[in-house]
């Protein structure tokens, strides 16, 4: 594989709402367009915090200025920030985009994560659609949870499956105050009418010991049917980020394979798969190379060629090692001045990874298009 082009997205503006823009997203329409959305804020984690999205018209190479189609909503009476928004084109204009929304009333001034018992600010995962290719949409309708998954992460978006249902990724955690040992895991809902009403959580990773976090899910769905997940693996007895782990199922999210190694760490992107089946997958790789860097592989559940490889985006300096427990480590992400890439298959074949990079002062979103 080759980087041909590469470019910023949308630059941060230091000092403002817009200082830090991170969680890109972006997805081919059937139009030929591309979107790409991302969220923006004051830090990487504020109350100000906004979804804005771009549209480019030329395979990514430019963009539009920015626009925010959504206000944050307020549920229940409570304030709340919308923290990413994913898209999935169900037919030809018709979007439905995913949000996970922060509630930022109930525990006043609180980080997302609670240093002190590991537990995380009440969410809700929102679901919209738009029949005008992202330009209007309708007001949000809340996705319903069972109380064992507590506030809900979302980290991927609607998958759209062979067998003509969707699926939705749901990482579990626990309670604000919660200071009982965090059992995480991650599990999937299936929808068979668009998205209206979803069955029950089918879990498709976890470690039933409480020892290994499988973090940020990262799904892929293949040309055969067959659905991978990508997991930033995290043992919280060790203290220490692990190397990737991919799972696959055939059958549609209902069963997965066991967790497979795939050798190298620690936190993956949205994959690219191809009309041939190969797949793309960046990853970033904050403790040893410090770096965002790609692989391919010639099927989902195949070998990632090292020989293939492909560096995206190189840092100088930064935070130089993982923290020695689970709460130190969720308060250290703030730190990260770059990550969270994410990939998309154009019509010509071309892959193109958008993610985060910048300073302290101003994190921009950055794009890189690769030919594999």
């Given at each position: 594989m080759q980087i041909t082009e590469s470019g910023i997205l949308s630059r941060a503006q230091a000092g403002t709402s817009r200082a830090a823009l991170t969680f890109p997203t972006v997805t081919a329409l059937a139009d030929g367009s591309v979107v790409a959305t991302y969220r923006s804020g004051t830090n990487k984690d504020s109350e100000d915090e906004t979804v804005e999205f771009v549209r480019s018209l030329d395979g990514g190479r430019t963009w539009s200025e920015p626009w925010r189609p959504f206000e944050n909503p307020t549920l229940g009476g409570v304030y709340g920030s919308l923290r990413v928004c994913y898209l999935t084109e169900l037919s030809a204009g018709h979007l439905l985009g995913a949000s996970m929304w922060i509630d930022r009333g109930t525990y006043p001034g609180g980080g997302l994560f609670n240093e002190e018992t590991e537990g995380c600010l009440p969410m809700d995962v929102l679901?919209?659609?738009?029949?005008?290719?992202?330009?209007?949409?309708?007001?949000?309708?809340?996705?319903?949870?069972?109380?064992?998954?507590?506030?809900?992460?979302?980290?991927?978006?609607v998958l759209q499956l062979a067998d003509g249902s969707l699926a939705l990724s749901i990482e579990t955690n626990k309670a604000y105050n919660d200071a009982s040992q965090w059992m995480q895991k991650v599990v999937f809902f299936h929808s068979r009418d668009g998205g209206q009403s979803w069955g029950e959580p089918v879990t498709a990773g976890e470690d039933r010991s409480g020892r290994i976090f499988n973090w940020d899910l990262r799904c892929g769905v293949a040309e055969d049917g067959r659905v991978a997940t990508f997991s930033w693996t995290y043992d919280s007895v060790a203290g220490k980020y692990l190397n990737i782990h991919r799972r696959v199922s055939g059958d549609h999210g209902q069963s997965w394979s066991g967790a497979e190694d795939l050798g190298f760490a620690d936190q993956a992107a949205r994959p690219a798969v191809l009309a041939d089946g190969r797949v793309v997958l960046a990853w970033v790789d904050r403790f040893g190379s410090r770096s965002?860097?790609?692989?391919?592989?010639?099927?989902?559940?195949?070998?990632?060629?090292?020989?293939?490889?492909?560096?995206?985006?190189?840092?100088?300096?930064?935070?130089?090692?993982?923290?020695?427990?689970?709460?130190?480590?969720?308060?250290?992400?703030?730190?990260?001045?770059?990550?969270?890439?994410?990939?998309e298959t154009l019509p010509d074949g071309a892959v193109l990874v958008i993610y985060y990079a910048g300073t302290d002062a101003a994190m921009d979103i950055r794009w890189a298009r690769i030919e594999p």
């Open positions: 679901l919209a659609d738009s029949r005008d290719g992202g330009d209007t949409w309708s007001p949000w309708r809340v996705v319903p949870m069972p109380d064992e998954v507590g506030p809900p992460s979302l980290t991927a978006p965002i860097r790609a692989r391919m592989a010639p099927a989902v559940d195949a070998p990632f060629d090292a020989a293939s490889e492909v560096v995206i985006y190189q840092q100088v300096e930064g935070p130089g090692g993982a923290s020695g427990s689970t709460s130190e480590t969720l308060s250290e992400m703030s730190l990260w001045t770059f990550g969270l890439p994410y990939a």
